[in-house]
Structures are given as C-alpha cells and as structure tokens.
C-alpha cells in the first residue's frame, strides 16, 4: 500500500472515527484521493437505487484511473469494496451528461449497511484493483451525529 493512501488513512483517523480497511488493503493498487458525501433521500430510495457522485469528484477521483477504453456514458462494471471486504458488483455510469451514478448493487448495499439519508455519510476511494488492474471502489458509511433544529422563541404577543 502507497505512502500516501495510509497518511490518508491517518488524517481521516484524526477527523472522526478511523477508517482503516485491512480486508482490502492487499487489492488497492493506483488510486487516488478518499472523498466523502453525506448522503440523501435520493441516494438510499430503493426505487431510484443509485449513489450519485459530484462532478468535481468524478473529475479529481475517477477520471485519472480511467483508461482509454472505458467509458462512463457506457457505463464500466466496477467491483465495490465495504470496509470489511464485501465486494458488491455494480455499475459506474454517466446519466443525462449530468448525473454520475453507481447503480445495480447499490440497494444491496444500502441494505446491508442500514443507510439512512441525511444522518449517513460515505468515505470513498476508487483505484485499480492489483491484480486485474480493474476500476475498483471502497465505500465505508458511517451514522453522523443529528441535531434537532433549535426553534426560535418568540414573545408572547401582549
């Protein structure tokens, strides 16, 4: 494993709960940066059944492993990883010019994982797979702290 992906692993745990994934650390070859998204109620909507990455982290995250011949709009057939080596196949793929998506697998994962949208958060990490040099991702949710909005107090009218 690079020098760079464990001083990634040791920021994050720093930041908040510690994300080490030694049940895929062996199969992590290139890769880039974690990035993370807190999820929505589109994201764990089984009947949409896709996680939704942002352009800029399709951009910083996915594009620099991708090689000639894949092609999002296609869609490429990726593995995904959980932090504790589940592999889920799914499918990266680019909706309407706009949208870039995993889907297939998703709701399988959601399930599995109990996601919830708003309270959850995702910490993700694509590369090639060492092996079979295959477009790979590790997802590792994690459950966010959920306040109640504070209501204003407003005076009695006299």
Same mark, same amino acid.
């Given at each position: 494993?690079?020098? /760079? ?10 930041? *908040? ?7 895929? @650390? ?16 589109? @994201?764990? &909507?089984?009947?949409?059944? %896709? ?5 800029? @982290? #399709? +951009?910083?995250?996915?594009?620099? #492993?991708?090689?000639?011949? +894949?092609?999002? @709009?296609?869609?490429?057939? !990726?593995?995904? *990883? ?5 592999? *889920? ?10 949208? &870039? !998506? ?5 709701? +399988? ?6 996601? #919830?949208?708003?309270? /959850?958060? !995702?910490?993700? #990490?694509?590369? %090639?797979?060492?092996?079979? /040099? /295959? ?6 949710? =994690? ?6 909005? !504070?209501?204003? =107090? ?5």
């Amino acid at each position: 494993m690079s020098t /760079d992906f464990r001083a990634s692993l040791h920021f994050l745990s720093m930041s *908040y709960d510690p994300y080490f994934w030694p049940a895929v @650390d062996a199969l992590i070859g290139r890769h880039t940066k974690l990035f993370k998204k807190k999820l929505t109620e589109t @994201d764990v &909507n089984s009947k949409q059944c %896709r996680l939704s990455i942002s352009k800029c @982290d #399709l +951009e910083d995250n996915v594009v620099p #492993l991708l090689k000639e011949d +894949e092609n999002i @709009d296609h869609g490429i057939h !990726v593995k995904v *990883y959980d932090a504790n080596g589940k592999e *889920y196949p799914m499918v990266f793929k680019r909706w309407s010019k706009k949208l &870039n !998506v995993l889907i297939e697998g998703w709701t +399988e994962f959601c399930t599995d994982h109990g996601l #919830l949208a708003v309270q /959850d958060f !995702v910490t993700m #990490l694509a590369f %090639r797979h060492v092996q079979t /040099d /295959d477009l790979c991702f590790v997802i590792a949710p =994690r459950r966010g702290e959920v306040f109640e909005p !504070v209501k204003k =107090r407003t005076k009695p009218k006299p």
